[in-house]
């Protein structure tokens, strides 16, 4: 089963970057202001995505969270983001990734973009997960190859500093 | 996710998935492209590989026919969006329930309306 590709390396990087990002939307009953400081106040963030908090919410301020784990084997997550996009109430963006390196997304490695905009009283939430290992997945010619180098790169790093 | 990340961060391991990336390939064909490596070695590798999913392996007759299995990595791609889906409900039912103290707030004491706008932006 083996297909010569008439593709080849040359187009890489702009495959690499049409990789699928994840993407999820949601109605929210609460201002796109309301909901604004839950990605950017620490007691508000814990109350539904990390367990404790550090967020200094201007572009290049951490974005640090602590995720605990599913079950007693796993965890806590430490997530260490940068924010790089902070405009209040309908944009915030941060980087997203994991000391830990079995979760197999380094810090600096991934963005999530929030964008709220007003619907029917309440919020849209758009939220868009973008530049993930996973995301390279399709077989193109540089993107597993790339992928795995870098993955590899990453979890080196992670190991040494532990 | 463990067993992924263990198995390609052997360089060697990392070569394998790139030979047999398009091409399915018997054990003694990937072997061939490792002059440095011992046959019992390669085996290992392709073990792990096959054990962490990112590694389909085939029997035909004697031979053992392998080819990459990309998917493997979108286990994490569905982790993370189970992941999202279960905070965002939760971030809705909160900002909710923080919408609707604000506006009683609001209703209840409306000269106090503005305290919560009230922080600098440096």
């Keep these: 089963m083996t297909q010569p590709s008439s593709r080849n390396a040359g187009a890489s990087e702009a495959v690499e970057a049409m990789a699928e990002p ?25 109350r539904w995505l990390a367990s404790e908090a550090t967020l200094d919410p201007r572009p290049g301020g951490v974005c640090h969270q602590v995720h ?7 965890g806590p997550y430490h997530m260490r983001g940068e924010f790089v996009e902070v405009s209040p109430p309908e944009r915030v963006v941060f980087t997203w990734g994991f000391t830990n390196p079995d979760v197999g997304v380094p810090p600096g490695s991934s963005v999530v973009e929030v964008t709220l905009l007003p619907e029917d009283g309440g919020t849209r939430l758009r939220l868009v997960h973008r530049d993930l290992p996973a995301a390279a997945i399709e077989d193109h010619a540089g993107g ?7 993955l590899a790169a990453a979890v080196a790093a992670a190991r040494e500093d532990a | 996710m463990q067993a992924v990340l263990d198995a390609v961060v052997e360089p060697r391991r990392r070569e394998i998935l790139r030979l047999v990336r398009r091409d399915e390939l018997a054990a003694g064909a990937i072997a061939a492209n490792f002059g440095d490596v011992s046959r019992p070695a390669i085996s290992q590798h392709l073990r792990v590989l096959r054990d962490a999913g990112l590694l389909v392996e085939r029997r035909a007759g004697t031979r053992r026919l392998y080819r990459a299995r990309p998917e493997g990595f979108g286990e994490l791609r569905a982790f993370l969006e189970e992941f999202w889906d279960t905070r965002l409900e939760a971030l809705r039912h909160e900002a909710e329930r923080e919408q609707r103290s604000k506006d009683r707030d609001t209703t209840e004491q409306p000269e106090r309306r503005s305290q919560r706008g009230g922080r600098g932006n440096g």
Excluded: C, Q, Y
């Excluded at chain 1, 605990?68 to 796993?74: A, N, Y």
């Excluded at chain 1, 597993?144 to 870098?150: E, P, Q």
């Design chain 1, 68 to 74: 605990p784990g599913e079950d007693r084997s796993s």
């Design chain 1, 144 to 150: 597993w190859t790339t992928m795995l180098d870098r």
């Design chain 1, 22 to 46: 994840i993407v999820r939307e949601i109605h929210i009953d609460a201002t796109p202001n309301t909901v604004f400081g839950f990605f950017t106040e620490a007691d508000k963030l814990t």
